[in-house]
Each structure stands twice: as structure tokens, then as C-alpha cells.
């Protein structure tokens, strides 16, 4: 069985009375890259705290709270999208289950 990606048409506004006509309307993002964004901005967070412990270690930074404020940012950007995954995967399961 084969799955076709869903086409989705971006809502216009037909009243141009809000809007300027020298504005224009900002491209609009698809789901796969508002989730490739938010997994490259998960692995920054994880390179700078990486970069931080290693500086901690080298006795460059004095200051350890910068280092745990990088790191716990690091961890619950991190935990967050392992609990994303999770549930995109319980979904996907659940439809594959479901009786057609």
C-alpha cells in the first residue's frame, strides 16, 4: 500500500482592505521543515553545551552556572524531541492498525 503525502493549500486573504500591497506574505513552511529546523536548532543546543563542558574542563569558563544553564537546555531540548518521536510513532502504529 502506497501513502501520498496530503497536498494542503495555504488560506489566502481576498480582502486586500488589511493588508498594504507593498507587504508581502512571508513563504510558507511545510511540515518537514519546521521539523528539520527544530532538529538542527535540538543539535546546536547539544554543540554549544558540548563546547561549554569541554571549555569547563580546559578552566577557560569560571562561571559553572553558564555551563548547567547550556546543558539542562541541551537535555529538555533533547527530551522533547524524544517525546515527539514517540508519539509520531504511536500515531503512525495506530493508523497502520486501523481496518480499512
Known sequence: MEINALQMTPVTLH??????????????????????DALKATNELQLQSDEMNAALAAGRIEDISQVMIAS??????????LQLRNRATAAYQEIMRMQV
Open 72 to 81: 539542562q537546555k541541551a537535555e529538555i531540548s533533547l527530551q522533547l524531541t
Open 15 to 36: 480582502a486586500k482592505s488589511h493588508i498594504e500591497e507593498t507587504e508581502q506574505a512571508p513563504p510558507v513552511k511545510s511540515f518537514g521543515e519546521f521539523l528539520t
